[in-house]
């Protein structure tokens, strides 16, 4: 017996280990799978010797511990979590436990399982009031300032009524995978995940990092919806729905168990091409008045369970280790493997990330490893079989020297990587030169990757002002593969194009460290110019909204840097405004003082070129379906907001509408 409480002893620490990491640091230190798998292992214990169950076991435990960082809130009606299973023989087991009790047929809804940051959200006269986290499903954290950065959330709702409604801040793959590159090429730790990448943005003291981030949530659940006259799940979220709350859309009715099994094999395959990471279904009992008979576990109801998807996981070698170097300068280890299909793709290469990644890894070439995809998307290792090593395997040895331009590296004190400082880097050129063309900055479409290693390995692009003497170099320009004259000519045409691009996103677009979308703004609307923010010492900088010391000290030293004040130069000459605009409001008799919302894919413009339009023109961008919105911009692919957008009645334009009616109001 003292053998057997000792390893329950170990067990409880190691989960309890795992636990803190996973809710408070936001990081998780084994996959969900083997988690799940530690946790049950602790209940089979429990149960055989009930005498080692204490009261605070994590089997018990719902979430983690409130952080200190944010006030706490105590919820009127706890946050609970689900019991969750991989085994299709569980959910059998649990739908005749629930006839056993209920003694009848019962109707399920299933939906998906987001894997994010659960969040409960308190409104008083249809105004949101309050946003708090699950935090140990007692008390949470107040994140009411950073959840008013989400656009997917209203602050107002359809009806002016008192309510609580419950879903999950997910990142949306795109966005996750945009940051973690932003990250990696700062030196920063990257995400493991989109859940960890979410919980760490809403934890966030600055709430402006919150705003770049563009999270998203999708709401599934409303607190006591029997005293407002609903009587199933299913009519719960048709009601949210109406007041104007952004839902998955997908709850389907299933009357039995065969239902339930064929709709999880059919989201199994679906599930891959969704713009946000599910990690499985959750089948709820749709009758709410069966709910009180089911009950509750101490940290689980009874009337619902989650079926998670068990990520696929494949073995492969570790090659070799290669290196790539990042616009600003970072040096990034990549594993190059022996080929092997993951999740639908063949997959050759996984970043490491950083050197902090092999140790904790304790990885070796030769090494047998197995991988998976995060979110379905990016290849990583996530285990090495040390059973499996026979003596041939290497140690990696940290590299010295940058691997492009041989300059020794170096690692700053507060970031994870090691860096190249030759500013006259050849792969830092061109990675700085692809930043500077990207859509979020200049967005020069048409300026590849492969034209500019052609023409940094040219030395005709020394840096991104270069772009504009290609002009000079058309026959080379034509010369290169898929490149006739009329693919040429438009390039050209938009390279001379980009010069027109507003201030905030040229400065944006010059790559500084640590300096989103966000910030870019927010510097450029408060200092003006180019030269106030070249003058400006690091207090100054300090005092624009949101930004803190780091940023201030990054945009101080870029400045302090006599290359980069020659390239300010050149740009001027070049003829860019590196000045803000001054912001001129005109009447258009079809756009003023009216509300709009673009939705969809858009062809002509982005849909943030759509709000700046209207809002030059008079007119207000909504950012949600409310009753308020006068019209709604549809492109491609619409979605939900087109569908809410017909029940109320709103007027609904396609892009080229749009365009005419503006052309007619300014007449």
């Given at each position: ?6 390893i ?16 408070n ?9 083997e988690?799940?798998?530690l ?8 149960n055989?010797?009930p ?10 435990t ?17 946050m ?23 003694e ?12 994010g ?26 994140v ?5 950065q ?22 949306p ?7 973690n ?5 700062n ?15 809403l ?11 563009n999270?998203?949530?999708y ?20 009601y ?5 709350f952004?839902?998955?859309?997908v ?23 969704l ?31 989650a ?5 696929e ?17 970072v040096i ?5 493997l ?22 904790r890894?304790?990885?070796?070439i030769g090494?047998?490893?197995?991988v ?10 996530v ?26 590296l ?5 970031l ?31 300026m ?6 052609k ?13 504009y ?6 026959s080379?320009?034509?010369s ?21 691009t ?6 944006y ?5 640590f ?7 927010i ?7 180019i030269?106030n923010i070249?003058n400006?010492?690091?207090?100054r ?37 590196l ?16 509300s ?23 007119g ?9 919105l ?11 907001k087109?569908q ?6 709103i ?17």
């Open positions: 017996m003292k053998d057997i409480a000792l329950y002893e170990k067990l409880k620490k190691d989960i309890e280990k795992y636990n803190h990491h996973y809710y640091l936001d990081e998780s230190l084994i996959t969900d799978f988690y799940d798998m946790l049950k292992e602790l209940e089979a214990l429990e055989r010797y005498e080692l169950k204490s009261e605070n076991t994590p089997t018990n719902v979430g983690g511990v409130s952080s200190d960082k944010f006030s706490k809130v105590r919820h009127k009606v706890p609970l979590s689900l019991s969750n299973t991989y085994n299709i023989d569980d959910l059998r087991a649990f739908d005749l436990r629930c006839k056993k009790i209920i009848t047929d019962i109707e399920y809804v299933l939906e998906l399982k987001l894997d940051l659960s969040i409960s959200l308190i409104y008083e006269k249809g105004r949101l009031v309050r946003a708090v986290t699950r935090g140990d499903g007692s008390v949470g954290e107040d009411t300032e950073n959840v008013l989400i656009l997917s959330i209203p602050k107002t709702l359809n009806e002016s009524i008192d309510l609580e409604v419950r879903g999950e801040i997910v990142l793959l795109k966005e996750f995978e945009r940051i590159i932003e990250r990696e090429e030196g920063e730790v990257v995400f493991a995940n989109p859940r960890n990448a979410a919980a760490g943005t934890r966030q003291l600055d709430k402006n990092i919150v705003k770049e981030r999270l998203d949530c709401l599934y659940y409303l607190v006591n919806a029997e005293n407002y006259g609903i009587k199933t799940h299913l009519e719960s979220i048709t949210i729905e109406k007041l104007g952004k839902t998955t859309r709850f389907n009715v299933c009357k039995n168990i065969e239902e339930l099994e064929k709709e999880i094999d059919y989201w199994d395959s679906k599930r891959k091409k713009d946000y990471e599910t990690d499985g279904l959750v089948i709820k009992v749709n009758d709410f008045k069966y709910y009180e008979k089911l009950g509750y576990t101490a940290k689980s109801p009874r009337w619902a369970i079926y998670k998807f068990k990520a996981q494949k073995e492969t070698k570790l090659l070799d280790i290669t290196y790539q170097v990042g616009r600003t300068g990034t280890p990549v594993a190059e022996k080929a092997v299909n993951v999740s639908g793709s063949i997959v050759r290469r996984a970043s490491l990330h950083n050197f902090d990644e092999i140790d890894l304790g990885l070796k090494d047998t490893v197995i998976e995809k995060a979110a379905e998307i990016i290849p990583q290792i285990k090495v079989e040390l059973e499996k090593r026979n003596g041939m395997e290497k140690d990696i040895l940290i590299p010295l020297n940058c691997p492009s331009c041989d300059s020794t170096t690692r700053e004190d507060t994870v990587a090691l860096k190249c400082k030759n500013s006259h880097c050849i792969e830092k050129v061109k990675r700085r030169i692809e930043y500077f063309v990207s859509r979020d900055a200049l967005n020069i479409q048409g590849g990757n492969k034209i500019i290693e023409f940094v390995d040219l030395d005709i692009l020394k840096d991104f002002t270069d772009i003497s290609l002009k000079n170099y058309r080379e320009l034509i290169l593969e898929k490149m006739g004259e009329k693919s040429v000519e438009k390039l050209l045409d938009n390279i001379e194009k980009s010069k027109d507003s201030f905030d996103k040229v400065f677009a010059l790559g500084i460290e300096v989103g979308k966000t910030t870019s703004r510097i450029v609307n408060e200092l003006g110019n030269e070249i400006s010492d690091v207090e900088l300090k005092l624009c909204e949101g930004v803190g010391e780091k940023v201030a000290f990054s945009i101080f030293n870029f400045f302090k840097g006599e290359e980069n004040i020659k390239i300010i130069e050149k740009m001027k000459k070049i003829g860019f405004t000045s803000k605009e001054k912001e001129v409001i005109t009447n258009n008799s079809f756009i003023t003082n009216k709009f919302l673009a939705t969809g894919k858009l062809e002509q413009y982005s849909r943030d070129e759509i709000k700046e339009i209207i809002l030059k023109n008079g207000k961008y909504l950012s949600s379906i409310s009753k308020n006068d019209y709604l911009i549809v492109g491609e692919k619409a979605g939900s087109l809410k957008a017909k029940d109320l009645g007027d609904i334009l396609n892009e080229n509408e749009f365009l005419e009616k503006l052309k007619k109001g300014s007449e």
